[in-house]
């Protein structure tokens, strides 16, 4: 790559304009404006002494010789360096800096897709497997990102690229920032798209890789709902409502709901990690029959020509009961901590995790043999204790040992037809306890029981995981059970009044 020895950004009324024909740097020849935008134009050319085509990023320098100007030619180094560093299918390659004629080039690897914003607007949400495939994707460019130190920034539809067969490819590392570099934008300036910007962002913290994650649930949102999260009027509405609305799914569910919902967690050491996200994600393309693998699946079963018919939203599903537990379609106040930490004028904590005892299994050949009671029912009979079961309910009113403050089936948040997969082992622990600790800190509890309670996520075994009943009928339920801290009986329920 050849970086030129000094970068001195110069006015572009002085530069000499490309045209088609032309050659830069006596090696690359334009053939073709491939599209431009306030940075710039973006052109198709060809590497005359390699002989591949590649896509060359003419950018537009701000006139003078002020903090702007050099704050841009710091980006644009910083942007040929930092995509240097990184090695993933999914990340834009950048072949060479070039200087020309006055005005500066980043020669890159040309790829020739749509990008997921334009995809999306031209034909509506996009099939769950396919946003899967996509997130997962983008996932491990950010994976890459991030063990190199970089955070992206700058996460949104319009900076991914889709192509025909399924690959995917995340653009535009120019805002992209070392974690441990100065920033090198004007102080209080927040760079990059109000709409996908993580909330601690917002408040003024430092940029970290949890928020390209919240960046990218917001993006899988998108792409799986067909509108923006949070996308307002004005700038300050959007951050507004980042703050303090909760985007509510109305098309989308099982695994895909719960890894958007899981990346768009408020605070961001509450966030489901990019292993956690992984494994809903590929959860989430398994659930038709028909896994998805990267690279080789086209847009659209059919095909690309074949997309499906542009869909606005997705009605309730008649005759299906909302359950009690996680419901994507808000009414359940543990979707607002879910989704932003805020519900009915209440700020809620990051969850307490130190409430939280070990999560036990149920069922056969689990730690708690048998567990029948439902979600906000009590239990007396002593406290939990392995290889002792719990079948037999009392009233909330009398005295008990526990009670179920919430539970739903695994990956399912309250709708949609079940789906089958393999036992997914610690990803099913890891989002139980997530959301057993979000709905302990939600409104759904007494806040006065709260301070003298701990709690426990059981999970279905993997015998229990695959058991059917005479009916052929998997039992896969979650359950979130809360007894006193100090192994003291409960005289009233832990539930908030509705």
Known sequence: MTEPSS??????????????????????????????????????????????QVAIKELRLPSGEGQDAKV???????????SGRLNDPAIVTVFDVITDGGATYIVM????????????????????????????QVLSALTAAHNAGIVHRDVKPGNIMVGADGRVKLTDFGIAQPVDDPR??????????PAFMAPER????DAVPASDLWSLGATLYFAAEGTVAFERGSTAATLHAIMNEIPQLTRTQGPLASAIMSLLVSAPE???????????LRMAQSTSGQPVTPGHTALYPGGPNNPPTRVTGNPPIPGKRPGRGWLIAGALLVVAALAGGFALGHWFATPDAGRQDETWTWGQGGQIPEFTIDDGECASGGQLAENRSVTTTVDCTEVHDLQVFASAEAFQDGIGEETDYAYPGQALIDWARARCALSFQSELMDAKQREHLRFRALVPSAEQWDATDDNGNRNRTVHCVAYDAEGEQLRETVLAEE
């Open 109 to 136: 690897e040309l790829v020739e897709a749509p990008t997921l914003s334009d995809l999306v607007r031209d034909r509506g949400p996009l099939p769950p497997e396919t946003v899967a495939a996509i997130g997962e």
């Open 202 to 205: 917002i408040a003024g913290k």
């Open 270 to 280: 509450a966030r489901a990690n990019a292993d956690q996200a992984r494994a809903m």
């Open 7 to 52: 970068f001195a950004p110069s006015d572009t009324t002085t530069a000499r304009q490309p045209a088609h024909g032309g050659v830069l740097a006596g090696r690359y020849r334009l053939l073709g404006e491939l599209g431009r935008g306030g940075m710039g134009v973006v052109w198709r050319a060809e590497d005359t002494v390699i002989g591949r």
């Open 184 to 193: 090198l934008t004007t102080s209080g300036f927040l760079v990059g798209s």
């Open 72 to 82: 841009f030619g710091e980006r644009v180094l910083r942007e040929v360096r930092t």
